[in-house]
């Protein structure tokens, strides 16, 4: 597939909705898109999430591809858009529990058990409608605590892939949570 042109590429992604093609994309350019978000962040951590959080929105934004200019132009006009918005944006307040706070906290119910099953099935019915690989893919990292070099290895793809598919299946499984739970 290195003999691909990125817009070939992009192409027969569109054509087939085949990952690998997409993954081939991924390749070529995670290491550029995580500089860029480096370059605006300063931090290693929110650099990778920014470059994942952007591949993913690139799946979305593919079919919009005109090829007035090349790939990488076009991809790096929506990394460079998409971590300026990011440092813009507000930062969240985290709030963490001190000593006077604990007086207000609430101590568990039956009740709050009982909500806590309810969401516990309906995350499990969420599970239920993704697909074989997604849902085995979450399975091996989540509850079997997989590292991403060992799923690497057991799925036989890059690490970048791996760390793709994660995103995808999460992704898609919040989209289903929401879809369940609007239901």
Known sequence: MNHFTDEELVGYYLETGRNDYFEQLYERYCNKVHQTCLSFTKDTIQAEDLTQDIFIRLIGKLDGYK??????TWLYSITH???ADQIKAPRRRHEVATDANWEGMQIPTDESAEQDEAEAQLISLAMSRLSEEERGILRHKYEEDLSIKDLAVYYSLTESAVKMRLKRSRDRLRDLYQEVVSH
């Not at 090829?67 to 990488?72: L, R």
């Open 67 to 72: 090829k007035q200019a090349k790939f990488s």
């Open 81 to 83: 858009n998409y971590c």
